[in-house]
């Protein structure tokens, strides 16, 4: 039983190499200097490592997030506009485009994955091209399943889905104090995100000596964003946000902010203080967030 297991993961494979001879129609293109090193980490899917060159642009168009759609601008000096309402306006346009940005993106690749659900609801047959594309999804969003059916399906929907912008941009500036903390000046990280590898951000001040981590440092705003919605999307301490969004698109509701707050609790220490104050900024800002 095993061994026809792995023969079949190994055919499926095989389908995924010969598929990629020719790109999603769907997708964007890359450009020519697009490369394996033009990603972060975090968004290499592992089983990537196996294929070619061209190959591994042909599956990594759908990866690639296309800033120059975004015209890369500095971080403005929040510090120095004294007006409270231009601060939060300036703080919220110069985010707001990254964050749709990557919400436009979750939503295409979860029409796609809807396509498939009905294909496979319908008991039809799936393309091989739909099946290098539901693995590398598997890959993107850590899953490590090997299996097409429909509970894995919904396992990989749960996850590929929009963070609503009031959320991303109240924790930005609950995280960043509105863009001028030390991390969100030097390393663009707006969200307080660590990482563990020597040298792989910016030492805490205060760090205890006991302590190894670091506060990531980021190539642009861009970048950080892609980063934290792949923490709130794949991360097991946030699996209650992902539950809470679920719930909403069963009972075809709206997805908000103030609700998703709710699964934040392993987000910060503070816990359900946090929480409160995350719901409390989105609130009182809602006339700055409605654009």
Same mark, same amino acid.
């Given at each position: 039983m095993l061994f026809f297991r792995k023969l079949l993961l190994v055919l499926f494979w095989l389908? !995924?190499?010969?598929?990629?001879?020719? @790109? /999603? &129609?769907?997708?964007? #293109?890359?450009?020519?200097?697009?490369?394996?090193?033009? /990603?972060? =980490?975090? =968004?290499? @899917?592992?089983? +990537?490592?196996?294929?070619?060159?061209?190959? =591994? %642009?042909?599956? +990594?168009?759908?990866?690639?997030?296309?800033r &120059?759609?975004? #015209?890369?601008? #500095?971080?403005?000096?929040?510090?120095?506009? $004294?007006?409270?309402?231009?601060?939060?306006?300036?703080? /919220?346009?110069?985010?707001? #485009? *990254?964050?749709?940005?990557?919400? =436009?993106?979750?939503?295409?690749?979860?029409?796609?994955?809807?396509?498939?659900?009905? %294909?496979?609801?319908?008991?039809?047959?799936?393309h091989i091209d739909e099946y290098a594309f539901l693995y590398s999804l598997y890959d993107e969003f850590r899953l490590d399943i090997t299996e097409t059916d429909m509970a894995s399906l919904q396992e990989l929907l749960l996850r590929v889905d929009i963070i609503p912008e009031s959320l991303v941009l109240m924790q930005a500036?609950?995280?960043?104090?509105?863009?001028?903390?030390?991390f969100a000046v030097e390393g663009y990280n707006f969200f307080g995100q660590w990482c563990f590898r020597e040298g792989c951000?910016?030492?805490? +001040?205060?760090?205890?000596?006991?302590?190894? *981590?670091? !506060?990531?440092?980021?190539?642009?705003a861009a970048a950080a964003i892609s980063s934290y919605f792949y923490n709130l999307n794949t991360f097991h301490t946030y699996e209650s946000l992902r539950q809470i969004r679920w719930k909403l698109r069963e009972e075809d509701r709206p997805i908000r902010g103030e609700a998703l707050a709710h699964g934040? *609790?392993?987000?910060?220490?503070?816990?359900?203080?946090?929480?409160?104050?995350? $719901?409390?900024?989105?609130?009182?800002n809602r006339r700055f967030l409605e654009d």
């Open positions: 389908g !995924v190499l010969i598929a990629t001879l020719s @790109p /999603f &129609s769907q997708l964007e #293109p890359l450009k020519e200097s697009d490369s394996l090193e033009s /990603f972060e =980490q975090w =968004q290499i @899917p592992t089983r +990537l490592s196996a294929l070619s060159q061209a190959d =591994q %642009k042909k599956l +990594l168009q759908r990866l690639a997030y296309p &120059s759609e975004i #015209p890369a601008r #500095p971080l403005p000096d929040f510090n120095a506009i $004294t007006d409270v309402r231009k601060k939060k306006k300036a703080f /919220f346009d110069y985010l707001r #485009p *990254h964050v749709r940005r990557e919400n =436009q993106r979750l939503l295409l690749l979860r029409e796609q994955l809807l396509e498939i659900e009905d %294909k496979k609801r319908k008991n039809m047959r799936l500036a609950n995280e960043s104090a509105w863009g001028t903390s030390r951000g910016l030492v805490p +001040l205060n760090r205890a000596e006991d302590q190894f *981590h670091e !506060v990531a440092r980021f190539e642009d934040l *609790h392993a987000y910060s220490e503070r816990g359900e203080e946090y929480i409160e104050e995350i $719901t409390a900024m989105i609130r009182y």
